[in-house]
């Protein structure tokens, strides 16, 4: 699997818009970018995922440039309550894909204060 | 209704025992998945079955033992349990062809005194 490289943490107000990046220069070309949002004493949820370009849904977006060599997850308007780990993931994980499991790094935290 | 849930929340128990840990889905998926959580927070996978068979087995001691009674339960047994072994496990399931998108349990809280 891509090896991902994340900030370890990051900090923000409530209202703001943030974005963490994630650089995974060894992505192949069946991987796909995966993030998770882990909040204390829970287990990861799954975020967003995408391919190229840009992937938005009711939670996050997430932009991807052509070389795919990085991604950006963007929360808008983040609130207290998205104080949590967020982990970026590269793989295939299709049926043919042999990249069938997730690897977690260290992730981010993030912290979001009033 | 919970989507993954497992049993026990908190184990605490001494070296040498033996314990298990249950986890169920009522999510309908075919894959089910245990991770382990250590004290620096790696989280890393340690099986997953599709449709009650093995399909991943990483370098975890054979003191782990996970069976699959059905498609929908994935039980962790831990024979001779060792100091090394405090962590919290997550059980987590999918669906074969979405492995990417997991859906996590709340986790159990292993303690080995």
């Known amino acids: 699997l891509a090896k991902t490289t994340q900030p370890i943490s990051m900090d923000s107000y409530e209202g703001q818009e943030v974005n963490i990046t994630c650089s995974h220069n060894?992505?192949?070309?069946?991987?796909?970018i995966t993030w998770y949002q882990q909040f204390p004493s829970q287990g990861p949820r799954f975020i967003i995922q995408g391919y190229k370009t840009k992937v938005t849904n009711e939670v996050a977006s997430l932009f991807i440039p052509a070389d795919r060599k990085s991604s950006t997850l963007s929360l808008p308007r983040v609130s207290l309550s998205d104080t949590a780990v967020y982990y970026c993931l590269v793989g295939d994980f299709s049926l043919t894909g042999g990249g069938n499991k997730l690897t977690f790094g260290t992730g981010t935290q993030l912290k979001v204060e009033l | 209704d919970t989507a993954v849930s497992q049993t026990p929340k908190y184990l605490v128990t001494q070296m040498g025992n033996d314990k298990s840990i249950k986890c169920e889905q009522n999510?309908?998926?075919?894959?089910m998945y245990w991770y382990k959580q250590d004290s620096k927070k790696f989280l890393k996978i340690m099986f997953s079955y599709n449709n009650k068979e093995l399909i991943i087995n990483e370098t975890v001691p054979n003191r782990f033992s996970p069976k699959s009674p059905d498609k929908a339960h994935l039980n962790l047994h831990i024979n001779s349990l060792e100091l090394g072994d405090s962590a919290v496990y997550f059980c987590?399931?999918?669906?074969?062809?979405?492995?990417?998108?997991?859906?996590f349990g709340p986790g159990t809280r292993l303690t080995v005194t």
């Open positions: 987590a399931s999918s669906l074969r062809g979405r492995q990417y998108e997991q859906y």
């Open positions: 999510l309908g998926h075919d894959t």
């Open positions: 060894n992505i192949a070309t069946n991987d796909y």
